[in-house]
């Protein structure tokens, strides 16, 4: 059986230390039943709601693109979402504008 990876620093080298996992490259140490709760990364919509991968939102204002000649219009509709790490969380593509990162600030969750 495989130990995770260390969810902060992601090394390999995590190491078991009674109940606790360790990992030796950051001294991060958790425990992995309430880690497997926490998996993945939290991010919220406007109303505060979690978003997971694969859910559709709508933007809720208008915003601009760059290098795009028009808004992205609120209300528009995104489907199959992908939660990324960063300022940008939600990649995403979408009908006339192709791929692209949103902030999980200016969508809701559908
Ligand atoms: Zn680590």
Redesign the pocket.
Known sequence: MSLPN??????EY?YEDGILLV??????EWDPNEAAEEEGLVVLDSNGTRLSDGDSVTIVKNLKVKGASKDLKQGTRIKNIRLVEGNHNIDCKIDGFGAMKLKSEFVKKI
């Open positions: 260390c969810p902060k620093c992601n090394s995590v990992c030796p490259e950051c001294a991060y």
